[in-house]
């Protein structure tokens, strides 16, 4: 599966932004999918993940309340909606794919990733 992250932006804090993230090929729906996030001298962290079938979710702390993940598997697709946004949201962002199913976080266990989409937060 290739992936195609989309949606980020500027915003001020509080704001909101939606990211997708685009599969091709028919084994998207094989796939559970997650988001990750790289700040400037950070490594990349998890985000939020989500099963092939949108049974499960899952989220780091410092997001949790504030964004939703979810997928549409006729469309290839997934989604982040990010709410109540805050500076130290400020990161590039990437979709990732992974048949590992244990709901592992570890990026070390997904792949393949998209390009990443930059999310800024700032007054």
């Known amino acids: 599966v290739q992936l195609q992250a989309s949606g980020g932006g500027s915003v001020q804090p509080g704001g909101s932004l939606r990211l997708s993230c685009a599969g091709s090929?028919?084994?998207?729906?094989?796939?559970?999918m997650g988001w990750f996030r790289q700040a400037p001298g950070k490594e990349r962290e998890f985000v939020a993940r989500?099963?092939?079938?949108?049974?499960?979710?899952s989220y780091a702390d410092a997001v949790k309340g504030r964004f939703t993940i979810s997928r549409t598997n006729m469309k290839n697709t997934v989604y982040l909606q990010m709410n109540n946004l805050k500076p130290e949201d400020t990161a590039v962002y990437y979709c990732?794919?992974?048949?590992?199913?244990?709901?592992?976080?570890?990026?070390?266990?997904?792949?393949?990733w998209g390009q990443g989409t930059q999310v800024t937060v700032s007054s």
């Open positions: 990732a794919a992974t048949t590992v199913v244990s709901g592992t976080t570890n990026p070390r266990d997904f792949g393949p």
């Open positions: 090929g028919r084994s998207f729906i094989n796939h559970h």
């Open positions: 989500i099963s092939r079938n949108s049974a499960s979710t």
